[in-house]
């Protein structure tokens, strides 16, 4: 029994510290999915799979024959806008005071002339000359030159005192949602074209030149070119010791020499069993993901392959 448990102890002493066992993962860019804005048939694709892009060049270009005919219509509703707004602004003219004048002299003769045809039916009526139910109609034909020559006036009054202030208001509100509609249309046409956000390689054109992609589909896929980073899976004991910003050297096969590399991110929660569930020793079984950039150019180096990341400013347990 004492040889077995000496034997179990060199064992125990020989099996590294997980703050020693290297880091795993793999190298990674960042995988765009560019979405389709609309349902428009695809007009032209201007990239192949494996073409480099840089940022904002155009990819694949979406019909815009129905955007750009409401793209009228609507700079069509703001010039009618920006002309009432104009005029809201400005008040009546001179034209329609005087207009409105020669409409209340009008309708002040009628009533004076409505007023003089009563008067004579009433005398004949007096007189037994006449009816009383002409001069009823004709009282009727008073109230209502009566009526209208008070609509003219106060039309009048309108005109001299100038546009209100609500008014120009509602027009000016008017103005700005027809320039907003204008807008909005103008970003649904620019998004007709599918660009690149950043410079990269071009992993996907799913679809085809004619095909309607749904709304928010992915038409495109893109890797960035930078940065390049390792995505590895970091141990319990290890985590504690590590923050963003740390140097790192990342290993690979097909290089003789390490990159230097950053810590950019850790994850704060475990990959796998929560800790609480775990013992003492199982609780050296979690991994952290992290992402750690590599500091010198490598837009060339294939994604996917493993590597391996030490931390030269971590000492090791003895």
Avoid at 138 to 145: P, Y
């Amino acid at each position: 029994m004492a040889v077995c448990g000496f034997l179990l102890a060199m064992l125990s002493a020989c099996e590294p510290s997980p703050v020693d066992l290297p880091v795993l993962g793999t190298l990674e860019r960042d995988r765009i999915e560019l979405t389709a804005d609309s349902n428009e048939p695809i007009r032209a694709i201007l990239v192949r799979e494996g073409d480099r892009v840089r940022a904002d060049d155009a990819l694949l270009v979406q019909d815009q024959a129905r955007a750009e005919a409401l793209l009228a219509r609507a700079q069509a509703d703001e010039a009618t806008a920006r002309a009432a707004l104009a005029e809201a602004e400005k008040g009546p003219r001179a034209q329609a005071i005087t207009q409105a004048r020669a409409r209340l002299e009008a309708t002040r003769s009628a009533r004076i002339t409505a007023r003089h045809e009563l008067d004579r039916q009433a005398s004949l009526v007096e007189r037994n000359f006449g009816v009383q139910n002409q001069l009823d109609i004709l009282k009727g034909r008073l109230d209502e030159a009566k009526a209208r020559e008070e609509e003219a006036r106060a039309l009048l009054d309108e005109l001299l005192e100038g546009t209100r202030n609500e008014r120009v208001d509602q027009a000016r509100s008017q103005f700005a949602a027809a320039v907003a509609n204008v807008r909005s249309l103008q970003i649904n046409i620019d998004r007709a074209t599918v660009r690149a956000p950043v410079d990269g390689q071009i992993d996907a054109v799913p679809f085809d030149l004619g095909e309607r992609p749904a709304p928010g589909v992915t038409v495109a896929v893109l890797l960035a070119t930078a940065p390049t980073y390792a995505r590895v899976h970091i141990p319990e004991p290890l985590r504690t010791l590590l923050k963003p910003g740390d140097a790192a050297l990342v290993h690979m096969d097909s290089h003789p020499d390490p990159l230097p590399a950053v810590v950019r991110w850790i994850s704060a929660d475990a990959s796998f069993t929560p800790y609480f569930a775990l013992s003492q020793h199982d609780r050296t079984r979690l991994s952290f993901v992290a992402e750690i950039d590599l500091t010198d150019p490598a837009a060339d180096l294939p994604i996917g392959v493993p590597v391996e990341v030490t931390f030269p400013d971590i000492p090791l347990e003895e």
